[in-house]
């Protein structure tokens, strides 16, 4: 079955550790993004992705990068986690027309101790 | 700028009763999609429902359907029959045509009770 699909479901780290999110997509979508949501608040767009090896800064300034070296694999890393990146991080994707929306994943919930 | 606004950060529901969701958005575009999105407590976002600006009827999805009116830019949500698993959060959505911007609202917690 097409779905996007996040990796850990739940991760608890040490400050200063590197960490990688994982985001990969079984629906051959172009466009992928990484969303940050505190619980029971709004998204907030920290990147975005159009194509293998293009990739954004979104509106909400993060010290997160991301690559897209394929199409269906959009991962993020935290070269060095400290406790202010404790959220919930959402991968979500659509394909080139957005108007039908986005799939979104389960998402990660990060706590860095 | 495009904005979306939710001004009902909570809500409360009886089971079997009908609840309705309020989302106002600002845009001077004639052609545009609106979406609602529910997150259960710990699952996945999803599609609840979604609206094409130029489709005058409102769009319905078995317990869900919408009221738009475009001249007002407003699009609630009205979930009749509530049910336990309506428990979420609610996001509205906007994006424009042929544009590759997503705007959410802030969300309206939704708890539905027995």
């Known amino acids: 079955e097409a779905d996007i699909y996040q990796t850990p479901r739940y991760l608890v780290i040490g400050t200063g550790k590197k960490i990688t999110l994982e985001c990969s997509q079984t629906?051959?979508?172009?466009?992928m993004y990484w969303y940050q949501q505190d619980p029971g608040m709004e998204l907030h767009l920290i990147h975005y992705?159009?194509?293998?090896?293009?990739?954004e800064k979104g509106d909400l300034s993060s010290e997160s990068t991301v690559s897209r070296i394929r199409t269906e694999h959009f991962p993020l890393t935290l070269e060095s986690a400290r406790p202010s990146h404790t959220s919930q991080y959402l991968c979500?994707?659509?394909?080139?027309?957005?108007?039908?929306?986005?799939?979104f994943g389960s998402g990660t919930r990060l706590t860095v101790v | 700028a495009q904005t979306v606004t939710q001004s009902q950060p909570e809500m409360s529901v009886q089971e079997a009763e009908t609840v309705t969701l309020s989302c106002t958005y600002d845009?001077?575009?004639?052609?545009?999609?609106l979406f609602w999105y529910k997150q259960p407590p710990s699952r996945q976002m999803i599609l609840v429902i979604r609206?094409?600006?130029?489709?005058?009827q409102n769009a319905t999805e078995n317990r869900f359907s919408v009221n738009f009116q475009k001249a007002a830019k407003s699009f609630s949500l009205k979930i009749s029959d509530s049910q336990l698993g309506d428990t979420a959060m609610y996001f509205c959505?906007?994006?424009?045509?042929?544009?590759?911007?997503?705007?959410f609202g802030s969300g309206t917690k939704l708890n539905v009770k027995p």
């Open positions: 979500a994707s659509s394909a080139l027309s957005d108007s039908y929306g986005y799939t």
């Open positions: 629906m051959g979508h172009d466009k």
């Open positions: 992705s159009y194509g293998v090896n293009s990739t």
């Open positions: 845009t001077s575009e004639s052609n545009y999609y």
């Open positions: 609206q094409e600006a130029y489709k005058q």
């Open positions: 959505a906007f994006i424009r045509y042929n544009f590759n911007k997503f705007y």
